[in-house]
């Protein structure tokens, strides 16, 4: 019986293009394993830059697909977004005490001046337009408008989207839930440092079962981008929350899409998320500068 030899597929600009990426991406990889910290710093801040750059350049559907298809990149980014999260909490850690020092000189803190210092403010401004745009078609209006409440899940640190959202709605309230004590701590702290009122703080594990939270309270929830590292994992915590939410109530998720989700965690949009009672009602994926995509969900009835 001749045995059959399947010959290797003849390398394509555009494989060959998308293998170099890949390449790039394992040196950055690499460098970032062998700092002996993640604190800002400026080879830090360097390798992190240029991973940024390289994951939101527009590419096209082809050299996506044959980037994901390369072998051992599935590993790569199950080994590379927990380091860019962990330096993702650095830098807002440094930048939220940075601005906390910065208001004690002041004698009458600039708030927008002070959040400005933070390299990717732009960023979460932003972001949280978009979302705040996509979610306006989707909450219920009233006449005057009465004041709704908020929670952020993975608030961190630097709450600069809470901080956005109390700018877009000043009619509302925030409540910040991470499960760091120290970074909620920090987090009050410059809250209370800016003048920012209609903020509240809890720490909280949301992936543990019990819970002191009231969630049928809240009009909105938002999830960070880290929050969940994979879509087991976020489906779970959605289907935990839309459990425990009212019915009508909206979730806010961040995902990533293409080459983006080398950076962070994606939410596929499925039958399974589904079936933990929301109804998606609308995905928003950025070209810009903006790194995330944006998922709006609503809590069914029961």
Known sequence: MTE???????????STSAYALFTEIQEIHTALSLLPSLAPGE?????????????????????????????????????????????EGELERYWAGRMCLEAIALPAPNAEALLGLFPYYQNYIDLSAIECSVLSAFLPTSTPPSP????????????????????????????????????????????????YSGMSFGCEDVTHPSSATDWKAFDVIFLAALVGMDTGSKLSILSSLAARMRPGAL???????????VLY????????????????????HPWTKVVNSVVVMRVKER
Request: a neutral charge; aromatic letters at 6%.
């Open 265 to 284: 965690p994606v939410l596929e949009l499925s039958a399974e998320l589904e079936e933990t009672g929301l109804e998606v009602l609308a995905e928003v």
């Open 251 to 261: 979730i806010v998720a961040r995902s990533a899409r293409g080459l983006r989700s």
């Open 43 to 87: 080879k830090i801040n360097a390798l992190l830059t240029k991973l940024v750059q390289l994951c939101i350049a527009p590419h096209s559907t082809s050299f996506i697909s044959s980037f994901f298809d390369i072998p051992g990149i599935s590993s790569l980014c199950e080994r590379l977004r927990p380091i860019c999260a962990a330096a």
């Open 4 to 14: 059959t030899f399947t010959p290797p597929r003849t390398p394509t600009a555009t």
């Open 148 to 195: 709704r409440k908020f929670a952020f899940i993975g608030s961190g640190p630097l709450p600069l989207t809470s901080l956005c959202m109390l700018d877009r709605f000043p009619n509302s309230t925030i409540h910040n839930i991470d499960r760091d004590e120290g970074a909620l701590k920090l987090s009050q702290e410059l809250c209370e440092k800016l003048g």
